[in-house]
């Protein structure tokens, strides 16, 4: 079965420091990947989605960044942190190819100080 | 720009009332529709999806949704809530020929024993 993986599960971060937030899943082969923000009474907000290896799709213009260097591995990251990228991210995928189901990870809270 | 709109942000209902969440949506083209939940403490995981047929769909745990075209709407409908129905609940959107999941803000259910 598909498992997929998020951490670290808690982070407090110093603004202007950097982030690297990491994601894998384990039972599939070229998923699509997602990276969302979770905000109190603001949803999902879409950051980053692939379709396959060093392919990112940027959906808002802001400070993070996305890389996919293996398969099954997505990660978040931020040269420099600022107070309002604090949040709860998730990560997500989905069967190559396909407009379907989204499987989602336990989530990163990240609070920036 | 595509959107998902959840009008109801918060609801208290007690148990064995009935439940309708509404969700609305902004596009014209062929979609696809999905409510997932997000009990305390756990994943956001599926709840029920529409992508073709008959326009009322049924997912776990008895809840219901209801696709209606003509006013772009995919509201969940559960005839008689229980106390462990207290979550929060999104309506997401993908459409044909793009990857891309737009979900709407959620809707925080409370189910008073």
């Known amino acids: 079965s598909q498992t997929i993986h998020q951490w670290p599960a808690t982070l407090v971060q110093p603004v202007g420091s950097p982030l690297s937030l990491e994601c894998t899943v384990e039972?599939?082969?070229?998923?699509?990947l997602y990276w969302y923000r979770q905000a109190a009474g603001r949803g999902l907000q879409l950051l980053f989605y692939s379709v396959g290896i060093g392919q990112i799709s940027s959906e808002v213009p802001q400070n993070l960044s996305a890389s996919r260097p293996q398969d099954r591995q997505f990660i978040l990251s931020s040269k420099k942190l600022l107070l309002s990228d604090s949040g709860f991210y998730l990560c997500a995928w989905v069967s190559r190819g396909r407009t379907d189901t989204q499987y989602f990870g336990p989530g990163t809270r990240l609070t920036v100080l | 720009a595509q959107s998902v709109s959840q009008h109801n942000h918060h609801v208290i209902l007690s148990e064995a009332a009935s439940l309708e969440l509404g969700c609305n949506y902004s596009y014209g083209g062929t979609v696809n529709l999905f409510w997932y939940v997000q009990y305390p403490g756990q994943h956001l995981q599926l709840l029920l999806k529409y992508f073709s047929g008959d326009p009322l769909v049924k997912g776990i745990k008895g809840f219901e949704a209801e696709f209606i075209k003509s006013k772009f709407s995919f509201n969940l409908r559960k005839p008689s809530v229980q106390w462990s129905d207290t979550a929060e609940y999104f309506c997401?959107?993908?459409?044909?020929?793009?990857?891309?999941?737009?979900f709407g803000t959620g809707t925080r259910l409370k189910v008073l024993a």
């Open positions: 997401a959107v993908t459409t044909s020929g793009t990857y891309k999941y737009i």
């Open positions: 039972g599939t082969s070229n998923p699509n």
